[in-house]
Nanobody
Framework: QVQLVESGGGLVQAGGSLRLSCAAS????????VGWYRQVPGKQRELVAA???????NYADSVKGRFTISRDNAKNTVYLQMNSLKPEEKAGYYC??????????????????WGQGTQVTVSS
């Protein structure tokens, strides 16, 4: 069973930057698509950025030009670089990944997982 662990959240002043990490651990797997989401209490979780296994990316309009999603397949880690943060972007940030489990060197099954989240607070 693969586990996803987010890290990198914290307190930053408006205009500052943070880099979030989403690390997958386990055995005999690879990561397909990954999305970073954020959620404010009482509101729905919203997609911030996503990347495919081939490296294509897409972003919410509100973060285009400021956030960058990237992946290091050798480390089974996906990053979200967040620049020019705004106070309204205070939220819990979660990664969601499609995990491909391998058997005999070939994909055998898949599972979609969520991490536990990391809190981002942006002070004005």
């Amino acid at each position: 069973q693969v586990q996803l662990v987010e890290s990198g959240g914290g307190l930053v002043q408006a205009g500052g930057s943070l880099r979030l990490s989403c690390a997958a651990s386990g055995s005999s797997f690879s990561i397909n698509g990954v999305g970073w989401y954020r959620q404010v209490p009482g509101k729905q979780r919203e997609l911030v950025a996503a990347t495919s296994s081939g490296g294509s990316t897409n972003y919410a309009d509100s973060v285009k030009g400021r956030f960058t999603i990237s992946r290091d397949n050798a480390k089974n880690t996906v990053y979200l670089q967040m620049n020019s943060l705004k106070p309204e972007e205070k939220a819990g940030y979660y990664c969601n990944a499609e995990i491909l489990y391998h058997r005999g060197g070939y994909p055998h099954s898949s599972q979609t997982l969520w991490g536990q989240g990391t809190q981002v607070t942006v002070s004005s």
